[in-house]
Structures are given as C-alpha cells and as structure tokens.
C-alpha cells in the first residue's frame, strides 16, 4: 500500500525565516499528494495539491512541487509569520482516488517565534 | 456554502458504553470518509461511504462501524469502548475526484 514519511518535528523557526519540511512517499502508480495544515483544535484544512508530475501546488505563500524522480513532495515558504506555526501533514491518494483513502504522514509541529 | 459539519464537538463516555458520532458533508458531496487521529498513531482511515456503499475500510476492529444515509450525511458508531478508543474523529467529504475537505472533529473522551 502508499506510505508517507515527512521529517520529524517539532521544527521551531524565527519569523521571516525560510521553511522545508520534508516528504516523500511510496505507492503504486502516480499519486496524487497534499499537504494539510492543522491548528490547535481544528480539524485538517488543505493547504495545496498537485495531482501529477512536475505539478506545483502553491496556497498562502507555501509551495510543494511533485517530483516523480526522488518520490518527494517537500513543503517550502520563503517566510513563515507568527501565524503559520500549527501542525503540518503531508498525504496521499492512489490516483483517481481509486481505494478513496488518504494515506498521511505522521505530521510536522511547526513553531514559529516573533 | 457551508463546510463539514461535525457533532458533538466534544463527547466524554464510560469504558464498555456506546457511541454514535455524526457528520454533514458539503452539500452535493456524496463522499464521506472517517479518520482516527491519535497523538501515537497518527491519522489513520477508519472506512468510506459513496450514495450509502461502503467502499473501503480500515484496518480497525469490528467494534467500529458506519452508515450513510440517502442525504448523504454519515454516521460512525463504536460499540464497547476502550480507553485506547480516545482520539479526535474526523470526517471528510468530497465531491467524486476531488479534493477532500474535513471536518472540525469530534473529541472523544473514554474514562
């Protein structure tokens, strides 16, 4: 089955600072692949996608780029504020949706510091 | 348009009770999906439901089970409850080959 593996937190920034976390993943086929944010006691809100190849996902000044080449999907912002800090999770789909089931990593606690 | 929408927010029950959660998909979205959400486990697929088919499930015991109704909206019930039955239950619901966009949670608690 798909798996997903993104680095492990927490992650503690300074505000304005550059941020990667980390994700690759294994499946059969292309997946396509999202990263979610989560705040403290909220549910998942998806932060970006990209459903094939090359694709770039971007929402809120983040970006994660599908690359089939290293089966990676690394989450960046050129700088992060006070408010991004909340839980990040990278996830998966086998493509078309086709066992209509997310697959996530274990999730990235992001801490951003004025 | 509103989003998904879960109830009870919050649900705190005894070892061995009961326990249905609900939850109200987007309108005209006939997928919904259940995910357990455990600070050791992580989030894990619990089961889901297309125009009231169950499609696929999990990995979880027989304890946990679920229902879609014609309208779309989802029930999960867990029978016997365990203490390692605590977590953050979300729903998601998504418009076939879409994205899929979740619910705020409902917190169990088992004492």
């Known amino acids: 089955g798909n798996s997903v593996t993104q680095m492990e937190g927490p992650v503690t920034l300074s505000e304005e600072a550059f941020l990667t976390i980390n994700c690759t993943y294994t499946?059969?086929?292309?997946?396509?692949l999202f990263w979610y944010v989560q705040y403290p006691g909220e549910g998942l809100q998806l932060l970006l996608k990209?459903?094939?190849?090359?694709d770039k996902g971007s929402n809120k000044g983040f970006e994660a780029t599908y690359r089939k080449e290293t089966t990676s999907f690394h989450l960046e912002k050129g700088s992060v504020q006070v408010s991004d800090s909340a839980v990040y999770f990278c996830a998966s789909i086998n493509s078309g949706g086709s066992n209509y089931k997310l697959t996530f990593g274990k999730g990235t606690l992001l801490t951003v510091n004025p | 348009k509103a989003g998904v929408t879960q109830t009870p927010r919050y649900l705190i029950k005894t070892r061995g009770q009961q326990v249905t959660l609900s939850c109200s998909p987007i309108s005209g979205h006939r997928s919904v999906s259940w995910y357990q959400q455990t600070p050791g486990q992580g989030l894990q697929f619990l089961f889901e439901y297309f125009s009231e088919t169950q499609r696929n499930k999990g990995n979880f015991p027989g304890r946990f089970s679920g229902r879609q109704f014609s309208n779309s909206r989802s029930e999960m019930n867990v029978s016997t409850l365990e203490l390692g039955d605590s977590a953050l239950y979300l729903c998601?619901?998504?418009?076939?080959?879409?994205?899929?966009?979740f619910g705020s949670g409902t917190r169990l608690t088992v004492v």
């Open positions: 998601a619901s998504s418009f076939e080959g879409g994205g899929y966009t």
């Open positions: 990209a459903t094939k190849a090359d």
């Open positions: 499946a059969t086929g292309y997946p396509s």
